[in-house]
Nanobody
């Protein structure tokens, strides 16, 4: 059974940085797609970034492109999200999720295709 556990959330001043981690246990088929989603206060959950194992392709939402970086540490079975220049609108609960066999730029953000989710880690960026 696959389990995902997020960590690294916290509170920062606007302009600050955080690095989220998602530890995975259990068997994950390959190729696969691991992603970060977030739910901001008063909003529906949305895709932030994804990492497709085939070709190590990365995808980002327009709102975080250029500020966030997703990466995969295969040796430690961990997905990371480096978040820079954080703004108050980035505040929310951040989840990681996994699906297989993979994803593309056309569907990485479709939540219904992911079948394992973590519990989330909170991020608060204050002005």
């Amino acid at each position: 059974q696959v389990q995902l556990v997020e960590s690294g959330g916290g509170s920062v001043q606007a302009g600050g940085s955080l690095k989220l981690s998602c530890g995975a246990s259990g068997y994950i088929s390959s190729p696969n797609c691991m992603a970060w989603f977030r739910q901001r206060p008063g909003n529906e959950r949305e895709g932030v970034a994804a990492f497709a194992s085939d070709g190590e392709r990365t995808f980002y939402s327009d709102s975080v492109k250029g500020r966030f970086a997703i990466s995969q540490d295969y040796a430690n079975h961990t997905l990371h999200l480096e978040m820079n220049s954080l703004q108050p609108e980035d505040t929310g609960l951040y989840f990681c999720a996994v699906r297989w066999p993979g994803c593309s730029r056309f569907d990485w953000w479709k939540q219904t295709k992911y079948f394992v989710w973590g519990q989330g880690t909170p991020v608060n960026a204050s002005s």
